[in-house]
Each structure stands twice: as C-alpha cells, then as structure tokens.
C-alpha cells in the first residue's frame, strides 16, 4: 500500500539532493574559475619575479617553492637553459601567454614571458586546481551532506503532523455507527482537509436522502401491496366455502382478478425501483417512431377489447439516446393509462413531431382528463387523481405508480412532461426531448 508520508519524504529527499548536487557542481564550476584566476596571477608573478640578468649570473639563486609547477628557462639563441622537472611532459618550446597543452599525464595551464634576455616559462597541471576547486565544493556542502538524515526525520515528523488531521477524520468514520448520518465537523481543520470532509458530508446528506426516499418507498408499497393481497386472501376464502359450481366459477374470477391486480401493481414497483437514478447506465441512440409504433401495436389489441381506437396520428422520424427498455416502459404506462381511462367508443391518439430540433411526443384521449389543480400532484407516488364524480373508471383500478415512473424515466432522458387537456376534451400527455 502506498504511504503518503512515504512518497513525501522520499520525493522531498530526492529534490534536496538533486538540488545538493546542482549547488555543488555551481560551486565546483565558480571556484574552479577562481583558482584558475589565482593561479595564473601567481604564475604571472613568478614570472615577474625572476631577475632579468643573463641566466648564468642567477642560475641556483631562485626556486619556485611552488608543488607542482614547472619552470623552463631559454637564452636569447634558443638554447635550454634551465629545466626544473626534466621529466615533466612538456614541450620543449615556449609560447608567449597562457596555453593549456594536452599530454599523456594530463592537461597543464602554460604562462610563457620574456623576462630581459631569456624566456620564461611556467607551467602547472590542470589536476591540482581541479583538486583545489573540488576541496572547495566538498568544504561548503559537507554540512547539508551531514544534515541529510536530520532532515530527513524532521520531514517525517512534520509530515506526520501535517497527515494527523486526515486520521482523526478517518478515526471519527470508523468509530461512527452504520446509521449515523450526520454530517462531520470541519471546525479547526486544514484548508487541504476541508474540502475532503465537505465532500464527505455531501455524499451522508445525499445517502441519508435516499435512504429516506427508500424507507418512504418500501412503506408506501408494503401499504399499497397489503390491501391486494388482503384481497386475494379473502377471494380464496370465498372459493373455499363455495357452496356450488357457479359460486365457485365467480369467486375463482374475483380471485383471478385480484391476483392480476397484485402482479400489475408489482410489476409496477419493480419498473419504479429499476427507473432509480442509479439503475439508468444504457445510452444507446434509439428510433423513437419504431419504438413507439411497437406500444401502440403492442396495446392495440387490448385497446380494442376495452373498445378505444388507439392510434398514430402522426409520426416523424426522431432518434434519441438512452435506454430503449426504460423508454418502453414509460410509453407503455402513458397508453395503458390513456386507453384505461378513455370511455368506450373513444379515441387515444399518439403523435411525434420534430419541433425546434426536439423530438416531442403526444399521446392524447377522449377521457375525463384531470383536473388542473391536481396535474402536479398524479406525479408522485401512489397517489391517484379522480376521487371526485369527474373520474369514473372504466376498467382495473391503477396503483398510483404509472405517471411517477413517466417522469422518473423522462428526467433520466432529460425529457419534460406536461400534463395538458387534449383536443378531444380528455388528457394530452406532451413528452418533450
């Protein structure tokens, strides 16, 4: 497992030496360049130094006392007068100024000079002003070297302090129970950390919403599943006691009924809890008018024996991108709903148009319709319009779960749907992409 604390020294050390390294090399380079300055003035000197008589009035009267530099001397007819270091690699030439000659034993800094009748000329290896520069270097980085490890444990340390604040988060989490929902406290903490625990507390609010949202909905199907099922178990103790076959022959229809009535209203919930936010992941591009004409020839056998003429009125060619199985469902619901509640001998019409770019769909009917006032409210769960005289049914009853899977599955396909009265004087559903 990787260490923050771990990467951090290891990266701080590295640039610490990295920048160790580049400042060492820096102060190599600036005092090799100021002992080359200092050395050629000393040879400069030396040469100044010697006494301009002929060479044989001075020969033995002057050393250099100088580790490692060589002095050759030549009179006036180019004759070898003077040779300090016979076995110095040099050439057995003198050329006027400073030169660096290249031999087999390594580089040497040259300085040659007419000094009265004779020609000088000094020469020192390249080797011990590099010696000397590096000496430098080493002297001035020696301390940083040796407080390497020191500073490796204060960055340690001071990383560690820093991480404190992420472990007493991490600790407040683990000691938490499953159900505590709360959100963190973010007093006193980091600016680096307050943005990890309000994210942290994002996320409790959003969990503790859909925990709520699914205890609201597990009670409120557990409530409408009950009077159902209440049903079906009477409808069997009716068959049970039927006294002949034609009492027998109606209860069993009762009971047939009512198990269907069961079974729609789970399939319902099962489209509601699978149209959640998280259970939308298909973005595949579909045919909208294909798919549509696939429910309405789906329900127009079922529309016939309800006696509604379901219908296209109309249909452009659309395509939109989502799930095509989410989008069955919705459509389904609007032409199950439309035809369940258009009276016999009425019409439900279905349309899609292109407007603006936008695919919209309508389905229309001859029904009742619903009331102005309550066409937000038939959009939430279990909740069914029509308790007045106005909303006489004419086939089962729903389960308050059909339009609140609609929207559901609309916002997903980031659709609107508005509820609207159709030419026919019944309810148009508009779906709009």
């Given amino acids: 497992m990787r260490s923050i604390r771990r990467q951090l020294l290891f990266w701080l050390l590295a640039l610490v030496l990295l920048g160790v390294g580049i400042a060492g090399w820096l102060i190599y380079r600036q005092a ?7 050395f050629d003035y000393q040879l400069e000197q030396i040469a100044a130094a010697l006494p301009s008589e ?13 580790e490692g530099i060589v002095l050759q001397i030549w009179n006036r007819n180019g004759v070898l007068m003077y040779y300090s270091r016979p076995r110095a690699p040099l050439a057995p030439r003198a050329e006027l100024g400073f030169s660096t000659e290249h031999t087999d034993r390594g580089d040497w ?15 020192q290896p390249v080797s011990v002003r590099n010696r000397l520069a590096a000496n430098v270097a080493l002297r001035t980085l020696w301390p940083l070297i040796v407080l390497l490890p020191l500073l490796g444990v204060a960055v340690w340390v001071i990383v560690g302090r820093g991480l404190r604040p992420l472990r007493r988060v991490t600790s407040a989490l683990d000691a938490r129970h499953p159900e505590a929902l709360d959100p963190l406290p973010d007093q006193r903490l980091p600016l680096e950390v307050q943005p990890l625990v309000r994210a942290l507390n994002g996320l409790l609010e959003r969990l503790a919403t859909a925990l709520d949202i699914q205890k609201a909905f597990v009670a409120d199907a557990a409530h409408e599943l009950r009077t159902p099922l209440a049903a079906v178990q009477i409808q069997s103790q009716l068959v049970a006691r039927a006294k002949d076959d034609a009492a027998r022959s109606e209860a069993l229809a009762d009971l047939q009924a009512g198990v269907t009535r069961a079974t729609r209203l789970a399939e319902q919930l099962l489209a509601l809890a699978r149209s959640e936010p998280d259970g939308f992941a298909a973005t595949n591009a ?12 789906a329900y127009a056998p079922l529309a016939q024996n309800r006696g509604v003429d379901l219908g296209i009125e109309a249909s452009e060619p659309a395509t939109v991108t989502g799930d095509a199985d989410a989008l ?3 459509f389904n619901n609007l032409v199950d709903n439309a035809t369940k509640y258009t009276p016999r001998g009425g019409r439900v019409d279905v349309s899609l148009h292109v407007e603006e ?3 919209v769909v309508r389905i229309a009917d001859s029904g009742p319709g619903i009331e ?3 066409r937000d409210r038939v959009f939430d769960r279990f909740y069914r319009a029509g308790a007045g005289a106005n909303r006489a049914r004419t086939d089962v009853a729903g389960s308050g779960l059909g339009l609140a899977i609609v929207r559901r599955i609309a916002t997903q396909h980031h659709a609107a749907v508005r509820l609207d ?3 026919a004087g019944g309810l148009q559903v508009e779906v709009r992409f």
């Fill in 32 to 38: 090799l360049a100021e002992a080359n300055e200092l």
């Fill in 54 to 66: 002929p060479f044989s009035q001075v020969l033995g009267s002057r050393d250099t006392g100088d």
């Fill in 109 to 123: 800094r040259v300085y040659g000079a007419i000094v009265g009748d004779n020609v000088v000329q000094l020469a």
């Fill in 286 to 297: 579909i045919d909208l008018r294909a798919l549509l004409q696939d429910c309405v020839v």
């Fill in 328 to 330: 069955r469902v919705m």
């Fill in 357 to 359: 770019g936008h695919p």
């Fill in 372 to 374: 102005p006032a309550e």
């Fill in 421 to 423: 009265e159709s030419p």
